[in-house]
């Protein structure tokens, strides 16, 4: 699954996949060319690879649930806030003020 994110420098959106190892500048927004993760560069391509493989990983869990006749319905949007919360609650920038 593709994972969108925005740059903290230029504000440009792009694509997890465009930082990753196999891009054009790996770490760099493919914009501004703002290093990423300065502290972190070592894991950084790994945490990328490892977001995106999960995510798609989920997708086909759910998608693979959702296409069987269960006799129930999964709640996709409890799902989807769950995840957002828990995403937002490792938020650095966001921990001591709560998103309105
Ligand atoms: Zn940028």
Redesign the pocket.
């Known amino acids: 699954m593709k994972i969108e994110a925005n ?6 959106t ?1 694509l997890l996949s465009q930082i990753g190892s196999d891009s054009d500048a790996p770490g760099r ?6 290093r990423f993760a300065r502290h972190y560069a070592s894991v950084l391509m790994e945490a990328v690879h490892d977001a995106e493989v999960a995510a798609a990983r989920a997708v086909h869990a759910l998608g693979r649930l959702q296409a069987m006749e269960t006799g129930f319905q999964i709640d996709i949007e409890g799902v989807l806030s769950t995840l957002a919360t828990q995403v937002r609650a490792h938020d650095v920038h966001e921990s001591s003020t709560p998103r309105a």
């Open positions: 740059c903290e420098t230029c504000g440009r792009f927004c493919p914009f501004c060319g703002a």
